[in-house]
């Protein structure tokens, strides 16, 4: 019986200390992978903010406002103006045509029909 | 240890008396004896053959383990932690109201040389000043050779320049990583940034510091390591900041002005949309502070703020604003405004040797800008309350801006408040101020008589301000700042629809020498608008401005600073998404209802 045990125990600890050597590895394994990560993070925080200078630097109000005289005859864009605020009643909203009730329910019918033909289909051996 | 003898006498008699040997029992106990001597010998020598083991067993020990970490550990090199190096590079973004950058930061890079690690000093230098034309390849040649360990040789470098000293090849060249304060805006907003520099720097890093302006200003909380990663917004609107500067630039053009300010100001919070200072300068490459000379010429002076200037009749409104509070005057009370009035060895007459009088009401005092009514009204309020109302309104005190130009210009204030200081006081002379200073005071007329903190930051602390006028009286001010505009020195700024209200002011502009300058001005529009409901006040200033187009040179304010502020106010109303007021919405909804589109 007492030898059974040892060897039990042995065979306990081997696989511990196997367990414990593939952890050690694993874990610097990650903590390699958390640096370049970091360092990844890092280069692409940079990155971004070179973009985002860029963006404002190309969108600075006196390039805008070159663009715009050079590109006059396509866009034909002004400063804004006080003119150009409108009043809701102007606008032409859209209306729906006058029908009366019986069109309508045809309408719907041949909506119906148009729209659910599988279902209708289906029972049909 | 009690010691047997080898030949007790009791044994010895008995071993004769058997007829043994004696010298038996001698021996016998003998060896005895050398057996317990034996023993404790052995066990000595048994625990020292032990700690001796126990020594070389530790010694040999701490060899296995030194060297099993050796082989187990993982070979890292030594790093340097950005926090070690003691200078932190970060600095906060800097946003307009909507978040549009104003300030930002870029990497970039620093050279500098190890000139005992050059290969070839002679072509190095030859080859640097190919690159920068502002180096000297003797200058360089000699600074390499004299044999000094290390040199800086540029703060920043462009992508190009790098890659042309990275051509080079020379192993004495260096590059340290620079983070760069950056304004993609250039010019615009200039005064309010102000700058930044390298401060402390070293090898890895070097310290980004204000230097005047807003980066200043809020230096500390900018560098500050826990919120760096948190833009700091201004009260800014890029969009609006432009469209003044442009205005105000082809103003100032148009009528040959030497320095033009604006300042508009949103009259519930104080905040300031928008601040211009011309001439300006690109806070990228900041210049140099003029010494000597007057700063008020140099670029970085910031007109709006820094400038004190005697602000003219824009005051005027002050002292009736007060009269009205006071209950001493209605809008439709006559004043004495017969001129010249004399009073004491003074003259004080009017624009142009005018008389308005003898009668005029307090509406019209305004719109014409009588300054002999405004007189006789401020000598009825007195010089004391006058002060204290100035005082209350700010305008005898720092501005609270968080520039830190601000923290430095106190506005021009007689010393001694006599009566006739209350006379001209009340039509602003003899007491000078910033733009800035008549934008918050303005605002808190047109806001229904509450005081207003200007603050340049979009997120600063809104505090319960004390009242300073009533709603009546203020309301009451309005309108008479309103007809200066439909009736009065302004009718150039009534831009269709948005109810411009505003006081025109003409300064003589002091000289050093003494006395004032015959023909030169400063020139100042303070307005507010929509008058039924003001939202936004906008002050004008320009220094030395004069109207060319008539037969002789103008230079009041009503054709100089008036059509200016007109001007932006038609750019900037709608970009401020003001619609334009009620005359015309009325009209369109008349219209709407006459033509019977509205109920569809």
Known sequence: MRPLLYLLTFCCVMALAFWAYRENYATQHGMKE??????????????????????????????????????????????????????????????????????????????????APTEVGAPKP | MIRTPLRPLAQILLARQAGQNPDMIERDNLAKRHDIMRESTKGRSQLRLAVLALAFFAAFATIVVRMGMLAASEPVEPRLAGAESGISAGRADLTDR????????????????????MIDPVRVAKELALIFSDFKVADLERRFTDGRNFLWLRKVLSPEQMQAVHDIGDPGLLFGPREMRLYPNGRLAA?????????????????????????????????????????????????????????????????DAKGAAAVLMDVDTGEVISLVSLPDFDP???????????????????????????????????????????????????????????????RISEYEGKNYGPLLSVADVIAKSSNVGTAHIALEIGAERQKA?????????????????????????????????????SYGHGIATS??????????????????????????PLENMPRILSEKSAAQAVGMLRGV?????????????????????????????????????????????????PKYV???????????????????????????????????????????????????????????????
Do not use: C
């Open chain 1, 34 to 115: 958390v640096n370049v990560l970091r360092a990844d993070i890092a280069h692409l925080r940079e990155s971004i903010s070179v973009q985002k200078a860029e963006w404002a630097y190309l969108n600075r109000p006196a390039r805008l406002r070159d663009l715009t005289a050079l590109n006059f005859d396509r866009l034909q864009l002004l400063p804004m103006n006080p003119d150009q605020f409108g009043d809701l009643a102007r606008v032409a909203l859209y209306q729906a045509p006058p029908s009366d009730m019986s069109q309508m329910t045809v309408d719907m019918i041949e909506l119906q029909t148009l729209t």
């Open chain 2, 98 to 117: 909507n978040g549009r950058m104003l300030a930002t930061n870029m990497v970039t890079h620093a050279l500098y040389a190890h000139p005992k690690d």
């Open chain 2, 191 to 255: 005064h309010i940034l102000g700058g930044a520099s390298f401060g402390q720097e070293g090898v890895n890093a070097a310290q980004v510091i204000g230097m005047a302006g807003l980066e200043y200003a809020l230096d500390s909380s900018l560098r500050d390591p826990s919120l760096s990663n948190q833009p700091v917004a201004l009260s800014i609107d890029l969009t609006v900041q432009d469209a003044v500067a442009e205005v105000l630039a082809s103003g100032m053009t148009m009528l």
């Open chain 2, 284 to 346: 990228n490459d900041r210049p140099r502070p003029i010494l000597g000379n007057d700063p008020a010429l140099s670029p970085l002076f910031n007109r709006a703020v820094q400038g004190v200037y005697e602000l003219g009749s824009t005051f005027k409104i002050f002292a009736v604003a007060q009269a009205l509070e006071l209950g001493l005057v209605t809008p439709d009370t006559m004043v004495d405004a017969d001129a010249p009035m004399t009073w004491g060895r003074f």
């Open chain 2, 389 to 425: 109302f100035l005082q209350s309104l700010g305008l005898l005190d720092l501005s609270p801006v968080e520039l830190s130009e601000a923290r430095g210009t106190y506005p021009l204030v007689p010393k001694n408040w006599s009566e006739i200081t209350t006379i001209t006081a």
């Open chain 2, 435 to 460: 733009p800035l200073h008549l934008a918050a005071a303005y605002s808190t007329i047109a806001n229904g008589g509450i005081l207003v903190r200007p603050s340049l930051l979009r997120d600063h």
């Open chain 2, 485 to 533: 505009v439909t009736r009065g020195t302004a009718t150039f700024a009534d831009v269709d629809g948005y109810q411009v209200a505003g006081k025109t002011g003409t300064a003589d502009k002091p000289n050093p020498q003494g006395g004032y300058y015959k023909n030169r001005v400063i020139n100042t529009f303070a307005s507010l608008f929509p008058a039924s409901n």
């Open chain 2, 538 to 600: 906008l002050i004008v200033t320009l220094d030395e401005p004069v109207d060319n187009t008539g037969p002789k040179p103008r230079r009041t304010a009503g054709y100089t600073a008036v059509p200016v502020a007109g001007e932006i106010i038609r750019r900037v109303a709608p970009l401020l998404g003001l619609r334009p007021g009620l005359d015309l919405a009325q009209e369109t909804v008349v219209k709407a209802v006459i033509s019977g589109s509205i109920n569809q």
